[in-house]
């Protein structure tokens, strides 16, 4: 590596956070959620942690990576599919799909799909899922079938990261409503059901059934910004990592960056570092935004350019060119890098780019 802006991805941390969060959900099965390349960790990095456990994912393509990488064990796909010719890219594999629709019970069964299939019930969010009448008529046709078996049925909460929110258990309620309403007990084998996204999970363990669906409690994120403490117990598993590449010393009315948007109040030490929205950093991030400089703290100024940022490291003792600075990780959470700059965790690990290399530590 030439450029020092790096992501080292914590294969232990990511272990010991699996551990954590059985232990939170003891009676029930971690199904783990490792879409958008592990939230942008790379799924490779993490397999061997994962490797004996089921996992999530969005698509297709995910899970040929996924296969293409050696995993032997079973992928549940969370869109389901899109046509029937997803059906033939699985074939032979240990895939399954979740429907939501009547399509895509449509495609499955015009491909001739033989398997296990997890249906999904919209209780609420109005994002994907099935009503009471279409629940129903997949259940019919699948209970009439002879080459496809209801494994679960799953509902997704919409704010159950909010602890203000009664709209979780309007969907519970929904949820069981729509269950009731049905002939899901009357199946050959009645199915399991998954509620808790991570964020329910860890606030409300009353809802955790049989299959429980971690996704950014995995990598160290906190799905609940209301209450900090509810992750303490697991650990960051990336640490965005790069280096001061220049230093200068500007006069107090002198301005840093694009636009002219910061102006030094008093002498001040810049400092640019290799790293800038052109590695996923986020270019909305405001002056004051933290960061670690030699594991001292210190603010963002200016705006965020493709490739370097602008740090006022004038606090900051012994800076030299080559110093570490670290944008997230073990000594600044994600998650108040999130809340300067307006965003979620999960876009942020996701957001990196391919030029940011991974590294396994």
């Known amino acids: 590596m030439s450029r020092p802006a790096v992501a080292y991805i914590d294969q232990a941390a990511f272990s010991e956070n699996i551990q954590f969060l059985q232990r939170q959900a003891s009676n029930s099965e971690l199904l783990l959620v490792v879409k958008a390349d592990a939230y942008g960790h790379g799924?490779?990095?993490?397999?061997?942690?994962?490797?004996?456990?089921r996992v999530a994912v969005a698509c297709v393509e995910e899970a040929l990576t996924l296969i293409d990488l050696g995993y032997s064990g079973e992928v549940i796909?969370?869109?389901?599919?899109?046509?029937?010719?997803?059906?033939?890219?699985?074939?032979?594999?240990?895939?399954?799909?979740?429907?939501?629709?009547?399509?895509?019970?449509?495609?499955?069964?015009n491909a001739g799909y033989e398997g296990r299939v997890w249906l999904k019930v919209d209780?609420?969010?109005?994002?994907?899922?099935?009503?009471?009448?279409?629940?129903?008529?997949?259940?019919?046709?699948?209970?009439?079938?002879?080459?496809?078996?209801?494994?679960?049925?799953?509902?997704?909460?919409?704010?159950?990261?909010?602890?203000?929110?009664?709209s979780i258990s309007t969907q519970v309620s929904r949820f069981h409503s729509v269950l009731s309403g049905?002939?899901?007990?009357?199946?050959?084998?009645?199915?399991?059901l998954s509620l808790c996204n991570s964020a329910a999970l860890?606030?409300?363990?009353?809802?955790?059934?049989?299959?429980?669906?971690p996704g950014i409690v995995l990598y160290g994120g906190n799905p609940v910004p209301l209450i900090p403490s509810v992750t303490d117990g697991l650990k960051p598993v990336m640490h965005l990592k790069s280096e001061v590449i220049a230093l200068r010393e500007i006069e107090t009315g002198e301005t840093v960056g694009y636009g002219d948007t910061w102006t030094a109040l008093r002498k001040t030490i810049i400092a640019t570092v290799a790293m800038g929205y052109g590695d996923g950093y986020p270019r909305h991030a405001p002056s004051g935004t933290p960061v670690m400089v030699d594991g001292q703290r210190a603010p963002l100024v200016g705006?965020?350019?493709?490739?370097?940022?602008?740090?006022?490291?004038?606090?900051?003792?012994?800076?030299?060119?080559?110093?570490?600075?670290?944008?997230?990780?073990a000594e600044l959470s994600i998650d108040e890098v999130a809340e300067?700059?307006?965003?979620?965790?999960?876009?942020?690990?996701?957001?990196i780019t391919a030029r940011v290399p991974r590294v396994c530590i």
């Open 202 to 213: 860890l606030l409300h363990p009353e809802f955790q059934e049989q299959i429980v669906r």
């Open 77 to 109: 796909l969370l869109e389901g599919l899109f046509n029937s010719a997803c059906v033939d890219k699985l074939r032979g594999h240990s895939a399954v799909f979740v429907i939501h629709s009547l399509f895509q019970l449509d495609c499955l069964e």
């Open 123 to 166: 209780s609420g969010m109005h994002r994907l899922g099935l009503n009471e009448d279409d629940f129903r008529d997949c259940l019919q046709r699948i209970g009439k079938s002879k080459k496809m078996q209801l494994e679960t049925v799953m509902t997704h909460f919409a704010s159950a990261d909010d602890p203000r929110s009664t």
């Open 303 to 329: 705006r965020v350019s493709m490739d370097l940022i602008t740090i006022d490291v004038t606090e900051v003792r012994n800076v030299n060119i080559g110093s570490e600075v670290e944008f997230w990780g």
């Open 182 to 192: 049905s002939d899901a007990n009357q199946l050959a084998q009645a199915p399991s």
């Open 340 to 351: 300067h700059a307006g965003t979620i965790s999960y876009q942020l690990c996701t957001a």
């Open 43 to 53: 799924v490779e990095n993490l397999l061997p942690a994962f490797k004996h456990h």
